[in-house]
């Protein structure tokens, strides 16, 4: 296989941890900068959003479904189940429907994939097309620390991602927000919700993980909209951002809280390590390494 476009499948993979992270931040219009009277409200909204925040983080698993465009680069959609009572695991149907990273997918055999999360690497089975090229390897393995050498200081930003990235973490980014607000009772998926808005600065973020998250992301402010249900769940979330890329927009439904999660590492003889593929390819290698 080509080494680029290995580094392109690379890519794909990394972008596709981010669903299940904060995005990437942006500066909002001003148009949508809160007037003064607003801040009045943030000190009643703080108990609300801790009982949300406690609650989310207490069912450990959830089912999510979610679309994710990042202007020209790709648009997607994915679902399945994540946990996150010890670490990110779970298993997502990942499918792109558009951008360069869906047509890097194609050359690659298919614009679908199944990506599965564990607490030291993340995997995909990247199908058939891919394996011709990779020595019979249908899966690919992302140690969680490799991934800093990906796409420059980016990839620790991401591997960060997955091993955060929880629901509860959008609760978390509202926390900081200077300009939280109440929005009003909506429906969500035929659920009655209480919708929450802000707009959150990185330099007032006090929860290290997440101020790590942003700076090393080099951003500012995120706009970011909640939906909590009468049992304290977070059951819908929308975030956006402006990248190089174009504008980012996330959006995620969780629900089924505590289901049980499953997410089964694959065969040793079927899985191929992103970076010992790299080596080989650029004529580099330093030897067998061990998988999975």
């Known amino acids: 296989m080509q080494v680029t476009t290995v580094r392109r499948a690379g890519l794909v993979l990394a972008v596709a ?133 990906l796409t420059g200081g980016s990839g620790a930003h991401l591997g960060d991602q997955m091993r955060t990235g929880t629901p509860n973490q959008s609760v978390k980014l509202l926390l900081a927000s200077e300009d939280v607000r109440k929005v009003g009772e909506e429906t969500v998926r035929g659920r009655p919700a209480t919708h929450w808005s802000g707009t959150v600065a990185a330099a007032d973020v006090t929860d290290a993980g997440l101020k790590k998250q942003l700076t090393a992301a080099g951003v500012t402010t995120e706009t970011v909209d909640i939906w909590i249900d009468k049992r304290n769940l977070l059951v819908k979330k929308v975030e956006k951002a402006r990248m190089t890329t174009g504008l980012m927009t996330q959006t995620a439904h969780y629900g089924d809280y505590g289901v049980r999660v499953r997410a089964q590492r694959p065969p040793v003889s079927d899985t191929g390590d992103f970076e010992d593929l790299m080596r080989k390819r650029a004529g580099t290698s330093r030897g067998h390494r061990e998988y999975g």
């Open 17 to 149: 941890t981010a669903l299940t992270g904060p995005a990437a931040c942006t500066s909002p219009d001003a148009s949508d900068r809160p007037g003064r009277d607003d801040h009045a409200v943030r000190g009643s909204s703080l108990a609300a959003l801790r009982s949300a925040e406690r609650a989310t983080e207490r069912a450990g698993s959830a089912r999510v479904e979610s679309t994710t465009t990042m202007g020209s680069l790709m648009s997607m959609t994915a679902d399945g189940t994540l946990g996150w009572s010890d670490g990110v695991t779970g298993t997502l149907s990942i499918t792109y429907t558009g951008g360069t990273i869906a047509d890097t997918m194609r050359r690659l055999g298919s614009t679908s994939m199944e990506a599965r999360y564990l607490p030291d690497a993340y995997y995909a089975r990247m199908g058939e097309k891919f394996a011709e090229q990779a020595g019979g390897k249908r899966w690919i393995r992302y140690a969680y620390d490799d991934l800093e050498a």
